[in-house]
């Protein structure tokens, strides 16, 4: 059974700089495409990048310029990197990974953007 689970949320100033990762376990096998979404309390779920397993990210325009979207070979994790964050950034993101056996979500890790 896959697994995704996501770390590295907190709370971060205007202007600042966080960065999310995403570590998936069991077995994918076969083509896949890991993702991050976003979602604010009271909006609906926003996609911000992802990522196929041959490295070709792909980002939409909300947030194209401010983020970059990585594999960490180091830890073996899916990174979202994101960069002069703002107040409406303030949600709970969520990675997702689309295998062959279909579609896992993460719990989400909150990300604050506050003075």
């Known amino acids: 059974q896959v697994q995704v689970e996501e770390s590295g949320g907190g709370l971060v100033q205007p202007g600042g700089s966080l960065r999310l990762s995403c570590a998936t376990s069991g077995t994918v096998g076969g083509f896949y495409v890991v993702s991050w979404y976003r979602q604010a309390p009271e909006k609906e779920r926003e996609f911000i990048a992802s990522?196929?397993?041959?490295?070709?990210?792909a980002y939409a325009d909300s947030m194209k310029g401010r983020v970059s979207i990585f594999r960490d070979t180091a830890t073996n994790t899916i990174d979202l990197q994101m960069n002069n964050l703002h107040a409406n950034d303030t949600a709970t993101y969520i990675c997702r990974i689309t295998h062959g056996g279909g579609d896992t979500w993460g719990q989400g890790t909150q990300v604050t953007v506050s003075s």
């Open positions: 990522i196929s397993k041959f490295d070709n990210p």
